[in-house]
Structure formats: structure tokens, C-alpha cells
């Protein structure tokens, strides 16, 4: 089993990366009952055992569970966010080691976060990805959780992604950047964005866009489909997947819903890593198959159901509802309309218990309905 590592850059990487660890620990958890540390687990996870005292060695390959701590790197260059989840419920998960703060922050200017504060703590920043690498069997690829507007996002996660090609270049590279919003009340943000986005477009094996306002629009036709009674009588509100309930906060904030689903499309894009199945593909086989050209790495996503199934059996009627969806303009984690744009390639990634007759039948129904250069 291959292993990857999770790197949070800024505010908002690490917010995201935080709901992104709950989330998976919750789905191991309602399946993995014995308590038992996995091949599933070990994709994430490493498993410690906290009473021996022999440095870096305490890891346990098998057996039962003793503490899980999380393949993470966790970088800000403002130790609130990074402070507050040390203190929550997920602080077991993580370790000092696995942390590189600031107080100062980089005012959000990129040039701050990218040449002042990589070449600060460049070192550091290398020493910890190393040993984080040295714990997995086979490294499989680095995901990169990083915002476009911020300082420390834009300018230090780009850096992050620099040093990654550096010293791990033979190990994949996906990035999930947060956009900010035409409405951004950052002065700085545009231009932090263009200046980040030449770094990714040269550095990145794959990145997965995503815009603030089509987050605030998932959320409030969530909330409005909630209200009015559309999602049935079966579906509970609680189960949306912009719901923190059964997660480790209590009260939400501002952004724990968009958070949410940021996270959630992680949650699914890592599921044939994390869990066995007979139609699972390799992380790596996204960049693979999807990407034509090596600049030509950034893809469209998008998100569907909009609530937690609670049965594992997908009914077919819903999952021909689920594939229109998916094709949706009201779906899509960036503003796009699938519908008049022109597909180089596609990959649905379907999650439960599904008749792979049914999966083609809706391939080739929602095939002739779409521009695409190769076929669905």
C-alpha cells in the first residue's frame, strides 16, 4: 500500500486540512470497528506508539491502534489557526514536530511569504518533509492545501511547491488552491493570485481549482434546498455535506461550510488510496490519464450528491440524477458551465456499492450531450 502526505499552507490550508483529517478519521472509524491499524489507515495515518521513548522509531506497522498521527506538514506564518488546532479535539493527531509557525504573518503579499519567509525557513521546511517522507514505505504524492489571496498561502505555499520538485522529484505534486472571490475585501489578492499561479503552472503535477464564490453559492442552494424541503423526507439536514454535526467542533464558523466542502472533495478524490475496491485507480493515474500536456494540469471540479448518502446501495434513478449533476453548472467547485466547454479528458470517481452496467449506461447517455476531444 502507497502513502501520501498532506501539506497545509496559510489559514486557510490549514482550516480545510483540519476538516479534511475529521472527516477521514470518522469514515475509518465507521469502518474499521475492531480498532485494528490497516492498509486503509497507513495511506494517512501512521500508527505510534507513544510509550517508547526511541526518537522518531515509535512507529508500528500492524496490530491494534495505539495513537494515529497524521502524514501532515502543518505551515503559517501566523500560529493562530495552527494554535487552535492544537488545542481541539484533533491536537492527538498532530505533534509539534510536524508544525513550522511565525507570529508576524505576511500582511497578504505574496513577495513576503515567497522569498522573505521561504528563504527563512527553507531548511526547516525541507527537514520536516523529509522525516515525514521517511516514515512512509512507498510515497505516492504530496497534496498541497494552500489560498491563492492570501500572503502565506500564495507566496510560501508556491515556495513549499518549489521545494517539493527540488528534493522529491520523481514524487507527485497536487495542489488544491483556493481562489478568492471578485468580491475579495483583500486589496492584494488579485495580485497575489497571478503571481502564485506562474508557480503553479511550472511547478504543480496536477492542481484542482477551486472559487470561493461557487463554495458561497454550493452553500446557499444547500441551505435553501434544506429550508424548502427538497432534499426529502429521507435525507436529514444534519447529512448536507456543509454540516459540522458528529465533527469535532461545536459551534461553526464563517467558513466551516465552504471548509466542508473542500474537504469532502478530498475525502472522495483519496478514497480508492484510502480503501479497497475492484475499480480502484492509483492517485497518480488522475495526472496520469487527465493531464495531455505537463502545463495543462488544472482540472474542473465538481461535487454530487450535495448531502451524505446514508445508504451504502445508490438506488439507479438516483445515480442518473447524481451523473446529470455532475455535469451540472450548479455543481462545479469553480464557475464553469460543462455544458458549452470542451473536454480534453474526464474522470468520475463513483463512490458505494453501484452496478458497473449502470455506470455505463449513464456514461454514454451523458457522453453524447458533451464536447469532448476523447470520449467520456
Same mark, same amino acid.
Given at each position: 500500500?502507497?502513502?501520501?502526505i ?7 490550508g ?16 465507521s ?5 485494528i ?7 494517512f ?42 488545542q ?9 514536530k ?39 514505505d ?5 497534496? &498541497?492545501?494552500h489560498s491563492?489571496?492570501?500572503? *502565506?498561502? $500564495? ?5 513549499? #511547491? %518549489?521545494?517539493?520538485?527540488? +528534493? ?6 497536487i ?7 471578485a468580491?475579495?475585501?483583500?486589496i ?37 434546498m ?11 439536514q ?5 454540516s ?6 461545536g ?10 466542502? &473542500?474537504?469532502?472533495?478530498?475525502l472522495n478524490? *483519496?478514497? $480508492? ?5 475492484? #475499480? %480502484?485507480?492509483?492517485?497518480? +493515474? ?5 493531464v495531455?500536456f ?15 448518502l446514508?445508504?451504502?446501495n ?9 451523473f ?17 466547454s470542451?473536454?480534453?479528458a ?8 453501484v ?21 467520456l
Amino acid at each position: 500500500m502507497t502513502q501520501s502526505i498532506v501539506v497545509q499552507v496559510g489559514q486557510c490550508g490549514n482550516q480545510v486540512g483540519c476538516r479534511f483529517w475529521d472527516l477521514a478519521l470518522r469514515e475509518h472509524a465507521s469502518v474499521n470497528k475492531k480498532g485494528i491499524y490497516d492498509e486503509a489507515l497507513s495511506s494517512f495515518f501512521r500508527n505510534v506508539d507513544t510509550r517508547r521513548s526511541d526518537g522518531d522509531n515509535n512507529d508500528i506497522s500492524g496490530g491494534k491502534i495505539r495513537s494515529l498521527k497524521a502524514r501532515a506538514v502543518l505551515i503559517d506564518m501566523e500560529e493562530g489557526v495552527v494554535n487552535e488546532i492544537l488545542q481541539g479535539p484533533l491536537r492527538d493527531v498532530f505533534d509539534s514536530k510536524q508544525l513550522i509557525t511565525d507570529v508576524s504573518g505576511s500582511g497578504n503579499n505574496w513577495a513576503v511569504g515567497h522569498k522573505v519567509y521561504g528563504s527563512t525557513y527553507r531548511e526547516e521546511i525541507v527537514e520536516n518533509l523529509r522525516k515525514a517522507a521517511e516514515h512512509c514505505d512507498c510515497l505516492q504524492c504530496f497534496f &498541497v492545501i494552500h489560498s491563492m489571496g492570501g500572503g *502565506t498561502g $500564495s507566496g510560501l505555499g508556491t515556495f513549499v #511547491l %518549489n521545494v517539493l520538485e527540488d +528534493e522529491f522529484p520523481e514524487v507527485y505534486r497536487i495542489v488544491t488552491s483556493v481562489y478568492p472571490s471578485a468580491e475579495d475585501d483583500v486589496i492584494t489578492s488579485p495580485y497575489n493570485s497571478v503571481l502564485a499561479m506562474r508557480e503553479l503552472t511550472e511547478h504543480a503535477d496536477c492542481v484542482l481549482p477551486i472559487e470561493n464564490q461557487s463554495l458561497v453559492d454550493i452553500v446557499n442552494k444547500i441551505k435553501h434546498m434544506s429550508h424548502s424541503g427538497k432534499l426529502g423526507a429521507e435525507i436529514k439536514q444534519s447529512s448536507t455535506i456543509i454540516s459540522g454535526q458528529g465533527g469535532v467542533k461545536g459551534q461553526e464558523k464563517p467558513f466551516d461550510a465552504m471548509n466542508n466542502i &473542500v474537504a469532502n472533495m478530498l475525502l472522495n478524490l *483519496t478514497s $480508492s488510496a484510502r480503501f479497497e475496491g475492484s #475499480l %480502484n485507480m492509483d492517485l497518480n +493515474e488522475i495526472t496520469m490519464n487527465l493531464v495531455p500536456f505537463p502545463n495543462l494540469h488544472y482540472l474542473v471540479s465538481s461535487l454530487t450528491p450535495l448531502y451524505t448518502l446514508a445508504d451504502v446501495n445508490v438506488p439507479s434513478r438516483r445515480l442518473d440524477q447524481m451523473f446529470s449533476d455532475a455535469f451540472s453548472k450548479d455543481h462545479q467547485l469553480i464557475h464553469s458551465d460543462p455544458k458549452h466547454s470542451l473536454y480534453l479528458a474526464c474522470a468520475l470517481i463513483v463512490r458505494g456499492d453501484v452496478q458497473v452496467s449502470d455506470l455505463r449506461r449513464n456514461i454514454e447517455r451523458n457522453a453524447s450531450s458533451l464536447q469532448s476531444i476523447m470520449g467520456l
